[in-house]
């Protein structure tokens, strides 16, 4: 079973960084992507990014250049650094675990009915 817990939310300014982790507790052969998500008041939950079993990562256009994913396997860690914050990026951060195509395959949004595993999420508000 996957347990996933979030940490390092906060408050920041525009123009700031946080930086997100995600350790995963616990161990399933199904899964072979890792992601994060987010959801603001009222809107639905929106894929932020994921990184697939080849490590190789996919963004959210609205992320793009701004933020990056990475893993720590040793650690069962993952990541999330945030950059150049805008009040948009206001939302409860969720990381997550599932089963997707490799990124080369894919095409559109990250979806979350790919991901069978859910964190608690953590909360990121960014003010202006």
């Known amino acids: 079973q996957v347990q996933l817990e979030e940490s390092g939310g906060g408050s920041v300014q525009a123009g700031g960084s946080l930086t997100l982790s995600c350790e995963d507790a616990g161990y399933t052969y199904s899964i072979n992507c890792m992601g994060w998500f987010r959801q603001a008041p009222g809107k639905e939950r929106e894929g932020v990014a994921l990184v697939d079993i080849d490590g190789i990562s996919d963004y959210a256009d609205s992320v793009k250049g701004r933020f990056t994913i990475s893993q720590d396997n040793a650690k069962n860690l993952l990541y999330l650094q945030m950059s150049s914050l805008k009040p948009e990026d206001t939302a409860m951060y969720y990381c997550?675990?599932?089963?997707?195509?490799?990124?080369?395959?894919?095409?559109?949004?990250?979806?979350?009915?790919?991901?069978?595993?859910w964190g608690q999420g953590t909360q990121v508000t960014v003010s202006s």
């Open positions: 997550a675990a599932g089963r997707c195509l490799p990124v080369h395959e894919r095409g559109g949004a990250i979806s979350p009915a790919e991901f069978d595993y």
